[in-house]
DNA sequence: GACCCGTGGGG
DNA sequence: TCCCCAAGGGT
Protein backbone atom coordinates (compact mmCIF):
# COMPACT_ATOMS: atom_id res chain seq x y z
CA UNK A 1 0.00 0.00 0.00
CA UNK A 2 1.13 3.48 -0.59
CA UNK A 3 2.91 5.47 1.79
CA UNK A 4 -0.19 8.21 1.29
CA UNK A 5 -2.94 5.41 1.86
CA UNK A 6 -4.63 5.92 4.95
CA UNK A 7 -3.89 2.97 7.93
CA UNK A 8 -7.78 2.99 8.37
CA UNK A 9 -10.51 4.12 7.13
CA UNK A 10 -12.20 6.41 9.89
CA UNK A 11 -16.34 6.27 9.09
CA UNK A 12 -17.17 9.39 12.02
CA UNK A 13 -14.43 12.00 10.16
CA UNK A 14 -16.64 11.65 6.40
CA UNK A 15 -19.83 13.14 7.07
CA UNK A 16 -18.25 16.47 8.96
CA UNK A 17 -15.86 16.73 5.89
CA UNK A 18 -18.95 15.51 3.20
CA UNK A 19 -21.45 18.02 4.84
CA UNK A 20 -19.24 21.13 4.87
CA UNK A 21 -18.20 20.69 1.41
CA UNK A 22 -21.68 20.17 0.56
CA UNK A 23 -22.98 23.64 2.71
CA UNK A 24 -20.66 25.54 -0.09
CA UNK A 25 -21.59 23.45 -3.25
CA UNK A 26 -25.39 21.64 -2.76
CA UNK A 27 -26.76 21.95 -6.07
CA UNK A 28 -29.47 24.16 -6.46
CA UNK A 29 -32.57 21.85 -7.46
CA UNK A 30 -36.51 22.31 -7.86
CA UNK A 31 -37.63 20.18 -4.94
CA UNK A 32 -35.22 21.24 -2.55
CA UNK A 33 -35.88 23.94 0.33
CA UNK A 34 -34.59 26.93 -0.86
CA UNK A 35 -32.58 28.82 1.65
CA UNK A 36 -34.33 30.14 4.50
CA UNK A 37 -37.52 27.95 3.89
CA UNK A 38 -39.06 25.84 6.05
CA UNK A 39 -38.42 21.71 5.65
CA UNK A 40 -39.21 20.55 2.10
CA UNK A 41 -42.61 19.67 0.85
CA UNK A 42 -43.21 15.74 1.13
CA UNK A 43 -45.03 15.81 -2.18
CA UNK A 44 -41.94 17.50 -3.88
CA UNK A 45 -39.84 15.11 -2.02
CA UNK A 46 -41.57 12.02 -3.02
CA UNK A 47 -42.76 13.08 -6.41
CA UNK A 48 -39.05 14.30 -7.28
CA UNK A 49 -37.65 10.68 -5.84
CA UNK A 50 -40.01 8.26 -7.46
CA UNK A 51 -39.06 10.33 -11.11
CA UNK A 52 -35.25 10.02 -10.12
CA UNK A 53 -35.16 6.07 -9.80
CA UNK A 54 -32.69 5.03 -12.45
CA UNK A 55 -33.31 8.83 -14.24
CA UNK A 56 -30.68 11.92 -14.25
CA UNK A 57 -31.12 14.84 -13.00
CA UNK A 58 -31.11 16.73 -15.84
CA UNK A 59 -34.10 14.61 -17.44
CA UNK A 60 -36.28 14.53 -14.23
CA UNK A 61 -36.40 18.71 -13.90
CA UNK A 62 -38.75 19.15 -17.12
CA UNK A 63 -40.84 16.62 -15.95
CA UNK A 64 -41.06 17.69 -12.55
CA UNK A 65 -41.96 21.39 -13.35
CA UNK A 66 -44.24 20.07 -15.74
CA UNK A 67 -45.81 17.80 -12.89
CA UNK A 68 -45.98 20.50 -10.01
CA UNK A 69 -47.53 22.76 -12.27
CA UNK A 70 -50.32 20.71 -13.28
CA UNK A 71 -50.60 19.12 -9.99
CA UNK A 72 -49.80 21.03 -7.12
CA UNK A 73 -50.36 18.58 -4.42
CA UNK A 74 -50.69 15.26 -3.28
CA UNK A 75 -54.82 16.01 -3.52
CA UNK A 76 -54.43 17.18 -7.27
CA UNK A 77 -52.32 14.80 -8.36
CA UNK A 78 -54.84 11.80 -6.78
CA UNK A 79 -57.79 13.01 -8.75
CA UNK A 80 -56.21 13.52 -11.90
CA UNK A 81 -57.42 10.84 -14.69
CA UNK A 82 -55.40 7.63 -15.34
CA UNK A 83 -55.13 8.65 -19.24
CA UNK A 84 -54.00 12.08 -18.78
CA UNK A 85 -50.93 11.18 -16.06
CA UNK A 86 -49.83 8.64 -18.25
CA UNK A 87 -49.84 11.14 -20.90
CA UNK A 88 -47.73 13.54 -18.99
CA UNK A 89 -45.17 10.64 -17.65
CA UNK A 90 -44.44 9.57 -21.44
CA UNK A 91 -40.74 9.84 -22.56
CA UNK A 92 -39.58 9.45 -18.96
CA UNK A 93 -39.51 5.79 -18.80
CA UNK A 94 -40.00 2.65 -16.74
CA UNK A 95 -44.08 3.72 -16.90
CA UNK A 96 -45.13 1.16 -14.06
CA UNK A 97 -43.47 4.32 -11.77
CA UNK A 98 -46.63 6.46 -13.45
CA UNK A 99 -49.00 3.53 -12.83
CA UNK A 100 -47.77 3.10 -8.82
CA UNK A 101 -47.57 7.18 -8.62
CA UNK A 102 -50.89 7.35 -8.89
CA UNK A 103 -51.60 4.40 -6.66
CA UNK A 104 -49.65 6.05 -4.22
CA UNK A 105 -51.28 9.69 -4.50
CA UNK A 106 -54.46 8.22 -4.11
CA UNK A 107 -53.34 6.41 -1.03
CA UNK A 108 -52.18 9.08 0.70
CA UNK A 109 -54.73 11.67 0.14
CA UNK A 110 -57.07 8.62 1.51
CA UNK A 111 -54.79 8.66 4.69
CA UNK A 112 -54.93 12.51 4.89
CA UNK A 113 -51.13 12.29 4.65
CA UNK A 114 -47.48 10.81 4.25
CA UNK A 115 -46.44 8.40 6.46
CA UNK A 116 -43.49 10.22 8.42
CA UNK A 117 -41.04 7.07 9.14
CA UNK A 118 -38.97 4.53 7.15
CA UNK A 119 -41.42 1.53 7.88
CA UNK A 120 -44.31 3.30 6.82
CA UNK A 121 -43.26 4.98 3.82
CA UNK A 122 -42.02 1.36 2.54
CA UNK A 123 -45.79 -0.32 2.39
CA UNK A 124 -46.67 2.59 -0.16
CA UNK A 125 -47.13 1.55 -3.89
CA UNK A 126 -43.62 1.74 -5.82
CA UNK A 127 -41.52 3.05 -3.32
CA UNK A 128 -38.95 0.53 -2.32
CA UNK A 129 -36.13 0.71 0.38
CA UNK A 130 -33.87 3.18 -1.25
CA UNK A 131 -36.88 5.74 -1.61
CA UNK A 132 -38.53 4.96 2.05
CA UNK A 133 -35.46 5.84 3.25
CA UNK A 134 -34.57 9.24 1.03
CA UNK A 135 -38.22 10.41 1.92
CA UNK A 136 -37.74 10.32 6.01
CA UNK A 137 -34.39 11.52 5.95
CA UNK A 138 -34.70 14.25 3.73
CA UNK A 139 -38.87 15.11 4.09
CA UNK A 140 -38.69 14.21 7.77
CA UNK A 141 -35.74 14.50 9.09
CA UNK A 142 -35.44 10.47 10.64
CA UNK A 143 -31.80 9.21 10.54
CA UNK A 144 -31.88 6.74 7.67
CA UNK A 145 -29.39 4.85 5.61
CA UNK A 146 -30.10 6.10 1.81
CA UNK A 147 -28.07 3.74 -0.80
CA UNK A 148 -28.54 4.58 -4.42
CA UNK A 149 -25.98 4.26 -7.31
CA UNK A 150 -24.58 6.93 -6.11
CA UNK A 151 -23.49 6.14 -3.03
CA UNK A 152 -22.63 2.25 -4.20
CA UNK A 153 -20.23 3.66 -6.04
CA UNK A 154 -18.56 6.27 -3.07
CA UNK A 155 -18.77 3.65 -0.42
CA UNK A 156 -16.95 1.35 -3.08
CA UNK A 157 -14.34 3.45 -3.04
CA UNK A 158 -14.01 4.83 0.21
CA UNK A 159 -13.35 1.23 1.38
CA UNK A 160 -11.94 -0.01 -2.27
CA UNK A 161 -14.38 -2.68 -1.86
CA UNK A 162 -12.99 -5.60 -3.43
CA UNK A 163 -16.49 -7.87 -3.63
CA UNK A 164 -18.85 -7.37 -6.73
CA UNK A 165 -22.04 -5.52 -6.90
CA UNK A 166 -24.52 -6.73 -6.54
CA UNK A 167 -23.69 -9.11 -4.05
CA UNK A 168 -22.16 -6.44 -1.93
CA UNK A 169 -25.20 -4.62 -1.52
CA UNK A 170 -25.32 -6.03 1.99
CA UNK A 171 -22.04 -5.20 2.56
CA UNK A 172 -22.29 -1.51 1.08
CA UNK A 173 -25.45 -1.12 3.16
CA UNK A 174 -23.22 -2.24 6.44
CA UNK A 175 -20.63 0.20 5.62
CA UNK A 176 -23.07 3.42 4.87
CA UNK A 177 -24.89 2.72 8.02
CA UNK A 178 -21.09 3.22 10.05
CA UNK A 179 -20.36 6.69 8.05
CA UNK A 180 -24.06 8.07 8.33
CA UNK A 181 -24.81 10.84 10.63
CA UNK A 182 -27.33 11.30 13.31
CA UNK A 183 -28.06 14.43 12.63
CA UNK A 184 -28.67 15.90 8.97
CA UNK A 185 -28.60 12.42 7.85
CA UNK A 186 -31.27 13.64 4.56
CA UNK A 187 -28.16 16.23 3.98
CA UNK A 188 -25.86 14.26 3.82
CA UNK A 189 -27.66 11.59 1.45
CA UNK A 190 -28.01 14.37 -0.61
CA UNK A 191 -24.27 15.22 -0.61
CA UNK A 192 -22.87 11.11 -1.16
CA UNK A 193 -25.36 12.04 -4.10
CA UNK A 194 -24.04 15.11 -5.21
CA UNK A 195 -20.51 14.09 -5.14
CA UNK A 196 -21.26 11.28 -7.03
CA UNK A 197 -22.90 12.93 -10.20
CA UNK A 198 -20.26 15.65 -10.33
CA UNK A 199 -17.11 14.83 -8.60
CA UNK A 200 -16.87 10.61 -7.80
CA UNK A 201 -18.17 9.82 -11.19
CA UNK A 202 -17.78 6.51 -13.02
CA UNK A 203 -15.25 7.23 -14.91
CA UNK A 204 -12.76 9.78 -15.17
CA UNK A 205 -13.58 10.92 -10.82
CA UNK A 206 -12.26 14.47 -9.70
CA UNK A 207 -10.62 13.15 -7.08
CA UNK A 208 -8.09 16.78 -6.89
CA UNK A 209 -11.68 18.14 -5.85
CA UNK A 210 -12.73 15.86 -3.58
CA UNK A 211 -13.70 16.85 0.36
CA UNK A 212 -13.25 12.97 1.01
CA UNK A 213 -9.58 12.22 -0.90
CA UNK A 214 -8.14 12.04 2.72
CA UNK A 215 -10.58 9.65 3.93
CA UNK A 216 -10.74 7.26 0.72
CA UNK A 217 -8.69 4.30 0.22
CA UNK A 218 -9.81 4.14 -3.11
CA UNK A 219 -7.62 7.45 -3.86
CA UNK A 220 -4.79 6.00 -1.57
CA UNK A 221 -4.93 2.80 -3.76
CA UNK A 222 -4.03 4.73 -6.82
CA UNK A 223 -7.05 3.30 -9.13
CA UNK A 224 -10.59 4.91 -7.52
CA UNK A 225 -11.97 3.96 -11.30
CA UNK A 226 -11.48 0.29 -10.87
CA UNK A 227 -14.47 0.41 -7.96
CA UNK A 228 -17.37 -0.74 -7.80
CA UNK A 229 -16.47 -3.90 -9.23
CA UNK A 230 -19.20 -5.47 -11.08
CA UNK A 231 -19.99 -8.63 -12.57
CA UNK A 232 -20.39 -9.19 -16.15
CA UNK A 233 -24.14 -9.00 -17.90
CA UNK A 234 -25.44 -10.81 -20.35
CA UNK A 235 -25.45 -9.26 -24.01
CA UNK A 236 -28.84 -7.89 -25.20
CA UNK A 237 -30.77 -10.11 -27.50
CA UNK A 238 -32.32 -8.80 -30.52
CA UNK A 239 -35.83 -8.63 -31.08
CA UNK A 240 -38.07 -8.21 -34.51
CA UNK A 241 -41.74 -6.46 -34.78
CA UNK A 242 -44.41 -4.17 -37.20
CA UNK A 243 -46.01 -1.12 -36.26
CA UNK A 244 -49.12 -0.41 -38.28
CA UNK A 245 -50.31 2.83 -39.34
CA UNK A 246 -54.01 2.63 -39.73
CA UNK A 247 -55.06 6.08 -41.40
CA UNK A 248 -58.66 6.94 -41.63
CA UNK A 249 -59.83 10.88 -42.70
CA UNK A 250 -57.13 12.63 -41.22
CA UNK A 251 -56.79 10.35 -38.43
CA UNK A 252 -54.93 7.51 -37.37
CA UNK A 253 -55.67 4.44 -34.96
CA UNK A 254 -54.06 4.46 -31.77
CA UNK A 255 -54.60 1.37 -29.01
CA UNK A 256 -53.57 1.38 -25.37
CA UNK A 257 -51.63 -1.58 -24.28
CA UNK A 258 -52.60 -3.89 -21.54
CA UNK A 259 -51.21 -2.56 -18.29
CA UNK A 260 -48.17 -5.24 -17.24
CA UNK A 261 -45.74 -5.78 -18.85
CA UNK A 262 -43.72 -3.53 -21.30
CA UNK A 263 -45.29 -0.10 -22.19
CA UNK A 264 -48.18 -1.07 -19.87
CA UNK A 265 -50.70 1.04 -19.93
CA UNK A 266 -49.64 3.50 -22.39
CA UNK A 267 -51.34 4.76 -25.51
CA UNK A 268 -49.22 3.70 -28.99
CA UNK A 269 -49.55 2.77 -32.55
CA UNK A 270 -50.88 -1.14 -33.27
CA UNK A 271 -47.97 -3.85 -33.37
CA UNK A 272 -47.64 -7.15 -34.07
CA UNK A 273 -45.84 -9.53 -31.90
CA UNK A 274 -41.52 -8.91 -30.78
CA UNK A 275 -40.33 -12.00 -32.03
CA UNK A 276 -36.45 -13.44 -32.64
CA UNK A 277 -37.15 -12.48 -36.61
CA UNK A 278 -39.65 -10.68 -38.33
CA UNK A 279 -43.27 -11.21 -38.08
CA UNK A 280 -44.04 -8.83 -41.19
CA UNK A 281 -47.76 -8.70 -41.25
CA UNK A 282 -48.70 -10.93 -38.27
CA UNK A 283 -51.25 -9.17 -36.08
CA UNK A 284 -52.14 -6.25 -38.23
CA UNK A 285 -55.25 -4.52 -36.83
CA UNK A 286 -57.42 -4.85 -40.08
CA UNK A 287 -57.09 -6.54 -43.07
CA UNK A 288 -55.77 -3.58 -45.33
CA UNK A 289 -53.55 -2.93 -48.41
CA UNK A 290 -50.54 -2.69 -46.35
CA UNK A 291 -47.10 -0.99 -47.85
CA UNK A 292 -44.12 -2.02 -46.04
CA UNK A 293 -42.02 1.48 -45.99
CA UNK A 294 -38.45 0.89 -46.73
CA UNK A 295 -37.06 1.89 -43.82
CA UNK A 296 -36.89 0.79 -40.43
CA UNK A 297 -36.55 2.12 -36.56
CA UNK A 298 -34.54 0.72 -34.00
CA UNK A 299 -34.91 0.90 -30.16
CA UNK A 300 -32.77 -0.22 -27.12
CA UNK A 301 -34.55 -1.29 -24.71
CA UNK A 302 -33.45 -2.52 -21.42
CA UNK A 303 -32.84 -5.81 -22.01
CA UNK A 304 -33.38 -6.20 -25.62
CA UNK A 305 -33.15 -3.94 -29.00
CA UNK A 306 -36.06 -3.96 -31.75
CA UNK A 307 -35.87 -3.35 -34.92
CA UNK A 308 -39.47 -2.60 -36.15
CA UNK A 309 -40.90 -2.79 -39.58
CA UNK A 310 -43.18 0.05 -40.65
CA UNK A 311 -46.42 -0.85 -42.62
CA UNK A 312 -49.58 1.45 -43.12
CA UNK A 313 -52.62 1.63 -44.97
CA UNK A 314 -55.59 3.77 -45.56
CA UNK A 315 -58.98 3.27 -45.37
CA UNK A 316 -61.92 4.93 -46.25
CA UNK A 317 -63.72 7.24 -43.85
CA UNK A 318 -66.75 5.05 -43.41
CA UNK A 319 -64.70 1.99 -42.96
CA UNK A 320 -63.11 1.04 -39.60
CA UNK A 321 -65.59 1.74 -37.04
CA UNK A 322 -65.63 -1.66 -34.91
CA UNK A 323 -61.99 -1.06 -34.70
CA UNK A 324 -60.90 -1.06 -30.95
CA UNK A 325 -59.21 2.26 -29.92
CA UNK A 326 -58.69 5.61 -30.79
CA UNK A 327 -58.65 7.61 -34.03
CA UNK A 328 -56.29 10.08 -33.22
CA UNK A 329 -55.84 13.46 -35.44
CA UNK A 330 -52.32 12.92 -37.11
CA UNK A 331 -51.85 16.29 -36.79
CA UNK A 332 -51.83 16.21 -33.01
CA UNK A 333 -49.79 13.14 -32.49
CA UNK A 334 -47.70 15.33 -29.70
CA UNK A 335 -50.03 15.03 -27.57
CA UNK A 336 -50.73 11.70 -27.43
CA UNK A 337 -48.15 11.10 -24.97
CA UNK A 338 -46.36 7.89 -26.93
CA UNK A 339 -43.52 6.35 -25.55
CA UNK A 340 -40.29 6.90 -27.20
CA UNK A 341 -40.49 4.06 -29.59
CA UNK A 342 -43.77 5.16 -30.54
CA UNK A 343 -42.89 8.52 -31.43
CA UNK A 344 -40.04 7.57 -33.11
CA UNK A 345 -42.14 5.07 -35.48
CA UNK A 346 -44.60 7.58 -35.61
CA UNK A 347 -42.30 10.53 -36.90
CA UNK A 348 -41.17 8.30 -39.71
CA UNK A 349 -44.35 7.39 -40.88
CA UNK A 350 -45.54 11.06 -41.29
CA UNK A 351 -42.06 12.06 -42.81
CA UNK A 352 -42.34 9.18 -45.73
CA UNK A 353 -45.74 9.06 -45.96
CA UNK A 354 -46.32 12.84 -46.58
CA UNK A 355 -42.88 13.55 -48.46
CA UNK A 356 -43.83 11.47 -51.08
C1' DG B 1 -31.71 -14.10 -6.40
C1' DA B 2 -33.31 -13.79 -11.19
C1' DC B 3 -35.84 -11.46 -14.31
C1' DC B 4 -38.57 -7.69 -16.09
C1' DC B 5 -39.04 -2.79 -16.93
C1' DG B 6 -37.18 3.01 -20.65
C1' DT B 7 -34.60 6.51 -21.85
C1' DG B 8 -30.98 9.88 -22.91
C1' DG B 9 -26.22 11.27 -22.14
C1' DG B 10 -21.30 10.52 -22.33
C1' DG B 11 -16.93 8.33 -23.46
C1' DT C 1 -21.22 3.34 -33.42
C1' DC C 2 -21.55 0.97 -29.39
C1' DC C 3 -21.44 0.28 -24.73
C1' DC C 4 -22.01 1.80 -20.07
C1' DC C 5 -24.57 4.08 -16.96
C1' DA C 6 -28.19 6.31 -13.97
C1' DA C 7 -31.53 9.41 -6.97
C1' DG C 8 -34.77 1.30 -8.21
C1' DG C 9 -39.14 -1.33 -7.66
C1' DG C 10 -42.14 -5.27 -8.53
C1' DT C 11 -42.79 -10.07 -9.08
Keep these: MPDNAPRTIVPLAIAPALLHWYDHNARDLPWRARPGSNAPDPYRVWLSEVMLQQTQVASVIPYFDKFTRAWPTVEALAASEDADLMAAWAGLGYYARA ?83 ELRSGDFAQAMMDLGSGICTARSPKCLLCPLRAHCAGFAGGTPERFPIKSAKPPKPQRHGTMFWLERDGRVLLVRRPDKGLLGGMRALPTGPWADSPPRLEG ?21 NLDVALAAATIAAHAGAALPGEWWPVADLESAGLPTVFAKAARTFRRRLCAQ
Excluded at 119 to 143: D, N, S
Excluded at 155 to 168: D, I, K, M, Q, Y
Design 284 to 304: APAAAGWQLLDEQVSHGFTHF
Design 99 to 181: RNLLACAREVARRGEFPDTEAGLRELPGVGGYTAAAIAAIAFGRRAVVVDANVERVVSRLFALEEALPGAKARIYALTDTITP
